[in-house]
């Protein structure tokens, strides 16, 4: 798969499928991030790599899933993520908010590695940061970012694009069908292409 395949192939996906993720996959994924864009390469995140069934249980309650549809995009049981990438920032390396660039760019190369490999993931930041703090023991001098939920995909959900004169915030909304297939509405090309000049 190259990588343009991945990046539209990939979807959030809250929906996983019973089979574990080799810790080495998690490493590998890391590997890559780690080497990734950083604001004057200051490089301030760390990442907890977390397969263990003990402290995934205990990470799960800690994350909100699909607030447009709640709760509704909630995994169902047996369908949780079976591998967790959590995201910290040291605060000491930090250039102003620069960080935040960091983490984006981190979390879509792990995504972008996940979908190639298989997997399905899912981006977390409505999350208890302090019981994932201190349930992963993590010190005082990193602060807990992200979540990115894993694991091996139980839906694939689609990609809907809008058409160039759907603007505004009322369409942007995903939403499921009565089957549960979950769809992604996306602003089409027109509307966010602009060739050489604003408007062309
Ligand atoms: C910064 C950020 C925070 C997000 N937080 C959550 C979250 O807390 N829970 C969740 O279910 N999805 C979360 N998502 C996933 C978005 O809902 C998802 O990207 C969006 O609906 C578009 O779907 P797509 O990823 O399939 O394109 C987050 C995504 C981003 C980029």
Redesign the pocket.
């Known amino acids: 798969m190259d990588v343009s395949q991945a990046a539209r192939q990939r979807?959030?996906v809250?929906s996983f499928g019973p089979q574990e993720v080799p810790a080495g996959l998690l490493e590998e994924f890391i590997d890559a991030a780690r080497g990734g864009p950083s604001a004057a390469n200051r490089q301030p995140l760390e990442y907890v790599a977390v397969t263990d069934p003990g402290v995934r249980a205990e990470i799960y309650p800690c994350l909100?899933?699909?607030a447009y549809i709640a709760p509704h995009?909630d995994p169902q049981p047996g369908h949780e993520p079976t591998a967790y990438i959590v995201v910290l920032r040291r605060a000491d390396y930090e250039l102003g908010g620069m960080a935040l660039y960091d983490v984006g760019a981190a979390l879509q190369t792990i995504m972008l590695l996940a979908v190639a490999k298989g997997l399905g993931s899912?981006?977390?930041?409505?999350v208890n940061y302090p019981k994932v703090a201190g349930i992963l023991q993590v010190p005082k001098s990193l602060e807990v970012d992200s979540v990115l939920a894993l694991g091996y995909p139980g839906e694939f959900?689609s990609q809907v694009d809008l058409k160039p004169e759907d603007a505004g915030l009322e369409v942007i909304k995903?939403w499921r069908d009565e089957e549960g297939r979950h769809f992604?509405p996306k602003r089409a090309l027109a509307a966010v292409l602009h060739k050489d000049r604003y408007g062309g």
Do not use: D, E, L
């Open positions: 979807r959030s809250r909100k899933w699909a995009g899912c981006w977390i930041k409505s959900p995903y992604v």
